[in-house]
Nanobody, 116 residues
């Protein structure tokens, strides 16, 4: 059974930091491109960052560049998103995603709220 379980979402003040984690099971993690997406209610889900299976350069959205860092641990089958200098526009539900060819798996999401 494929599972992607996100955690780490919270209420944080502007300028603060959070680390989101995604623990996975049920698929061959090492072969999958892992990504973080986010979605604001009423808007489309958007890519925040992605990381290739065997290292290589991660890819970031323009809004995430310079502030967010995606990382993966293939041994632990986890992917993290370190988010710094958060602002209210980062408020969203953040989703973990795994893709390999036609396989496309999602977690249930974790809420990040940036507010004073």
């Amino acid at each position: 059974q494929v599972q992607l379980v996100e955690s780490g979402g919270a209420l944080v003040q502007p300028g603060g930091s959070l680390t989101l984690s995604c623990i996975t099971s049920g698929f061959t993690f090492n072969y999958y491109v892992m990504s973080w997406y986010r979605q604001v209610s009423g808007k489309e889900r958007e890519l925040v960052a992605s990381i290739p299976p065997w290292g290589g350069s991660p890819n970031y959205s323009n809004s995430a560049k310079g502030r967010f860092t995606i990382s993966r641990d293939n041994a632990k089958k986890t992917v993290n998103l370190q988010m710094n200098n958060l602002n209210p526009e980062d408020t969203a539900v953040y989703y973990c995603n795994a893709v390999l060819q036609t396989n496309n798996f999602w977690g249930q999401g974790t809420q990040v709220t940036v507010s004073s």
